[in-house]
T-cell receptor
Framework: AQSVTQLGSHVSVSEGALVLLRCNYS??????LFWYVQYPNQGLQLLLK??????LVKGINGFEAEFKKSETSFHLTKPSAHMSDAAEYFC????????????FGAGTRLAVHP | EAGVVQSPRYKIIEKKQPVAFWCNPI?????LYWYRQNLGQGPELLIR????????DSQLPKDRFSAERLKGVDSTLKIQPAELGDSAVYLC???????????????FGPGTRLTVT
């Protein structure tokens, strides 16, 4: 069965600093991997996804993530944090070859301070 | 283009009372999902519809939860009777799936925050 572990339920960075949100997954078959962002009182929005091909995936708002099979990781990064990046971020996995059933991690709340 | 619409946005009820949530997916989307998001956790799938057919309801507590998607458009999720542990945010999502397998972006609504007292 698949599972997702997000290390750190809360991450705090300074504006302009590097953002690194960690995600490790467990899957018996090649996974599809996703990062979603949730702003207060809003639904989840897809930031980026990895299915096949290039392991470095670029998403919206300057975020990117790298699929590392050997480390079973899909960490999310952004070179320079903005105040508007403060939100909750969810990593999710689904099975390749199956339908789009998403298994979510518990989420990481990102705080950005001046 | 309008997004996924959910109502109500907030609901407070006493335990043992019934409650219903409504979802209107993005126009043309054939697949609809209901998720439950407990405080401090990620969303968990309750039920998935392909058009009007429930194709995955394995996580739906069928003793008290029910759902329907008449005519393959709007959907209603009902809880009867509600328990304290049902307090959560209930999210609806939709996607346009060209095939039964594959990766298609799910678009989420803002959710309904349920508080059971």
């Amino acid at each position: 069965a698949q599972s997702v572990t997000q290390l750190g339920s809360h991450v705090s960075v300074s504006e302009g600093a590097l953002v690194l949100l960690r995600c490790n997954y467990s899957s018996s078959v090649p996974p599809y991997l996703f990062w979603y962002v949730q702003y207060p009182n809003q639904g989840l929005q897809l930031l980026l996804k990895y299915t096949t091909g290039a392991t470095l995936v670029k998403g919206i708002n300057g975020f990117e993530a790298e699929f590392k099979k050997s480390e079973t990781s899909f960490h999310l990064t952004k070179p320079s944090a903005h105040m508007s990046d403060a939100a909750e971020y969810f990593c999710a996995v689904s099975l390749s070859g199956g339908y789009n059933k998403l298994i979510f991690g518990a989420g990481t709340r990102l705080a950005v301070h001046p | 283009e309008a997004g996924v619409v959910q109502s109500p946005r907030y609901k407070i009820i006493e335990k043992k009372q019934p409650v219903a949530f409504w979802c209107n997916p993005i126009s043309g989307h054939n697949t609809l999902y209901w998720y439950r998001q407990n405080l401090g956790q990620g969303p968990e799938l309750l039920i998935r519809y392909e058009n009007e057919e429930a194709v995955d309801d394995s996580q739906l507590p069928k003793d008290r939860f029910s759902a329907e998607r008449l005519k393959g458009v709007d959907s209603t999720l009902k809880i009867q009777p509600a328990e304290l542990g049902d307090s959560a945010v209930y999210l609806c999502a939709s996607s346009l799936d060209l095939f039964s397998v594959g990766v298609y972006e799910q678009y989420f609504g803002p959710g309904t925050r349920l508080t059971v007292t």
